[in-house]
């Protein structure tokens, strides 16, 4: 190669001034044509490749001489390599200079981590969103195009801003949508950095998971993984982000203890990658007494362990990435912009970047907290995995201090941001530039990032009290054809059907196995008790299914009677799946999933959204003939109550008289004579305890649908104020006008004749009477309103 390259290149070849004499290899628009760039690579490798044999090195004064003052060509003392270099033509030089800097860009990035952009979009341009260059370039101008990275969950991305890093995916062993892992492009190049994220969800049906052999064996693939990564590493990449979890974190520490042991997969893991979508954005608080911030602290925590378990164990694993979190519905689409702020603000901003700016009452509230559990069991138990395993574990007393390290230990995250013809950061069209989410989502990262002070995220405005003519979720079509049904549960991935025997009560008797066996007691009842909220009661034991919320999984699963002695966790949302009477059916107290798995276990888990498609049941109805729960009684002392048309329409509530009686506990409002504020309010178990009028109330119509529940004996005012909760708080004041905002509810109608929920129109607190109570016992008024059951709703029974 030497000779050509020198007759090419070299002094005979006509260079003057740099540039060369052969028109064939100029190009026009002043580069040079693909012909000459390859030659000048080889070239250039060429006529400076060591030849230690023949040429002697540079010593003394040579080593360290400028290259202007090294011997000229056909000098007799010859200074191997620097001497070749020094004799290449300028354009040579300029082209090798070029190659340096280059490598030297390399090096940099792989030393240390190239991952230090903290703002993130999960986001593509695909279902007619229209996000494109100009979306991104607005988010560059908030958070620093430097601060920035966004994926697509694809191997390459038609969206380009200078400066924000587009992030590659392997999304499933071997391939991206069918591009082979060979196709990778090379990384820093068009936007790349030296990251690669790798498999997507492998523990989700709906993903890479879809493959049943990755989903339930996760072991068996440590060396796809290392096969792919290689190949990600011979294509420039230096840092590997590890398979990204829907939510099953048993999944990811079986299959990290097979990395462990297969040669080269160690390496391959530079970031723990994982998802995080929740259904209760709207009642959502970063608070110790929310159970969904705990569950959300529980399950970084987890991933915490896990990364500091396996550093311990050889790897290197350098953060934590929450590369998707966002909002989902009950019936798992998308929610909108308000549920999706109140997240960004209580999780996100309140939490996430607290703790990230080192806010020490966040700090001491997260370590302070009670029920931070992370799940299990450890990989190295013994035990094989399999699917559905993991429950909740005693998190020790350093549980707290670890879900802080957790969050200190996250390097980026990304928010979620697209769904069928919209893109929740930005407005969904084409230049229209970014969303109020967006702009909330970019003020707060931001600042992790480097950027301002952290701006408020706007309230979400509060959610349209349902009405029964919406749809209640029960049934694919919105209509009521489950309410009075009498149906076999059948789960749709193991074919066994829900019993309750007879002869047994509560947690005995109750169970899932073959129809053939239990074609008598797998008959159930489904009894609507509120607007998308039915009973589950077996047509053979008139027992009531439940799921108790202290309980997980498999424990704390039962059907009792008599019906009236299940509370709030024996109310249960059929969630629609797409298919001819295909549900989830989740408790609609504590988010618990029925569930029949193919292991041979069953039961019903929290969150919702951890269990898989073993979770889907086919509701096959027997009978539809509607038979109608009783209608509570009213008591002998009051008048009957009137037909609709007279008093009971929503319209026409105000300047009526009732007495409030809870549908669940039977247990009656009251205000006591003589008495003012908390003292004397209850709700008493008989009725026929209460003197006078103390029983009766009065609805004043104020303001946005709002009324005033005043005592006709005392003219007291109900009133829940927002600094309490539950049974903390609750009250009925006198004189009125000493009653602020927290005396005005809103009454929400609910399935059934004249019953409603009176919820707080200030801070969303739901009264309840709970069963068992009696006068000021077990009396309250909690938030959020969707944890409240069935003795959250009162009948009117309207007094003339």
């Known amino acids: 190669l030497k000779p050509f390259c020198f007759k090419v290149f070299g002094p005979e070849a006509g260079w003057q001034g740099g540039a060369p004499t052969f028109s064939a290899m100029s190009n026009p628009r002043g580069g040079v044509t693909l012909a000459a760039a390859v030659a000048m690579c080889c070239c250039a490798a060429s006529l400076t490749a060591p030849s230690a044999a023949a040429d002697p090195p540079c010593t003394g004064s040579e080593a360290a001489a400028p290259f202007s003052a090294l011997p000229e060509q056909g000098s007799d003392r010859r200074c191997a390599v620097r001497q070749r270099v020094a004799r290449l033509p300028p354009i040579l030089m300029q082209f090798k200079d070029a190659i340096h800097k280059s490598n030297r860009s390399r090096a940099a990035h792989a030393t240390g981590s190239t991952f230090s952009r903290w703002c993130g979009i999960a986001v593509n341009k695909e279902q007619g969103n229209d996000y494109n260059s100009e979306d991104l370039a607005a988010a560059a101008g908030i958070v620093g195009a430097e601060k920035l990275w966004h994926y697509n969950w694809r191997m390459t991305s038609e969206v380009h801003v200078d400066n924000v890093q587009f992030v590659p995916m392997i999304k499933e062993p071997g391939n991206t949508l069918g591009t082979h892992t060979s196709d990778l492009p090379v990384a820093f190049e068009d936007g790349r950095g030296g990251v690669v994220k790798g498999w997507n969800e492998p523990d989700d049906a709906g993903q890479a998971g879809r493959d049943i052999n990755l989903r339930s064996n996760p072991e068996a693939f440590a060396q796809a993984w290392t096969s792919d990564m290689l190949a990600a590493k011979a294509k420039g990449y230096t840092e590997f982000i590890g398979p990204a979890m829907a939510h099953d974190t048993c999944w990811l520490d079986y299959f990290l203890k097979a990395c462990e042991t297969t040669a080269g997969c160690k390496e391959l893991v530079t970031y723990l990658a994982f998802h995080r979508y929740r259904l209760d954005c709207s009642a959502y608080e970063a608070s110790p007494e929310n159970a969904g911030w705990r569950d959300d602290l529980s399950y970084l925590l987890t991933y915490y362990r896990l990364m500091q378990k396996y550093n311990s164990r050889g790897f290197n694993i350098k953060g934590l990435v929450f590369d998707e979190l966002g909002c989902l519905t009950p019936s798992y689409t998308f929610s909108g912009e308000e549920e999706q702020l109140q997240y960004m603000k209580q999780w996100y901003k309140l939490t996430l970047v607290k703790v990230k700016m080192g806010d020490a009452d966040t700090i001491n509230a997260i370590k302070s907290t009670p029920w931070i559990m992370p799940k299990g069991p450890d990989a190295h138990s013994g035990r094989s995995y399999s699917l559905g395993m993991c429950t909740a574990q005693d998190g020790g007393a350093d549980a707290g201090e670890d879900a802080v390290r957790a969050i200190q230990s996250l390097v980026t995250t990304a928010w979620f941001s697209i769904s069928p013809g919209q893109n929740h950061l930005f407005s969904g069209s084409a230049g229209q530039g970014i969303s109020t989410l967006g702009q909330a989502y970019f003020d707060a990262c931001k600042d992790v990032a480097g950027g301002g002070s952290l701006p408020e995220v706007p309230e979400p405005a509060p959610a349209a009290s349902p009405s029964p003519s919406q749809n209640d979720g029960d049934d694919d079509d919105g209509d009521d054809s489950l309410d009075g049904a009498v149906a076999k549960l059948v789960a749709r991935v193991t074919g066994k059907v829900l019993f309750a025997s007879s002869g047994a009560n509560w947690g005995q008797g109750l169970g899932v196995g073959s129809p053939e066996e239990h074609a008598e007691d797998s008959d159930w009842r489904l009894v609507r008790v509120a607007t998308g909220r039915y009973r589950i009661i077996s047509s053979y034991s008139d027992r009531v299914l439940y799921a108790a919320s202290g309980s997980n999984w498999g424990e704390g699963l039962g059907a009792g009677g008599p019906s009236s002695a299940v509370g709030g966790d024996g109310e249960w949302n059929f969630v629609p799946q797409g298919g001819s009477h295909l549900y989830r059916i989740v408790n609609a ?126 003219d007291r005012a109900l009133y829940a104020p927002s600094g309490s909760n539950w049974n903390k708080g609750v009250g009925a004041g006198s004189p009125q006008s000493k009653v602020g905002g927290d005396g005005d509810w809103r009454i929400i109608p609910q399935s059934g004749h004249h019953r409603y929920r009176l919820v707080n129109g200030e801070n969303g607190r739901c009264l309840y009477a709970a069963l068992g109570g009696d006068g000021a016992n077990q009396l309250g008024a909690g938030s959020p309103e969707t944890y409240i059951g069935a003795d959250g709703i009162w009948e009117f029974v309207f007094v003339h």
């Open 589 to 714: 107290l504590n988010d618990r999933c029925l569930y029949s798995a193919r292991a041979g276990d069953w039961g019903a888990g929290s969150p919702a959204s951890w269990v898989g498609d073993d979770g889907v049941w086919s509701v096959e109805v027997q009978s539809s003939s509607a038979t109608p729960a009783p209608a509570t009684p009213a008591p002998a002392t009051l008048a009957p109550a009137p037909t609709p048309q007279d008093d009971g329409d929503d319209d026409v509530l105000d300047g009526k008289r009732v007495q409030l009686v809870n549908v669940i506990s039977q247990r009656t409002l009251y205000a006591k004579v003589g008495q003012n504020w908390e003292r004397g309010l209850g709700a008493a178990a008989e009725a026929t305890t209460l003197s006078g009028d103390e029983g009766v109330w009065r609805l004043k119509l104020v303001t946005g649908g709002k009324y005033r529940i005043i005592n006709e004996a005392t």
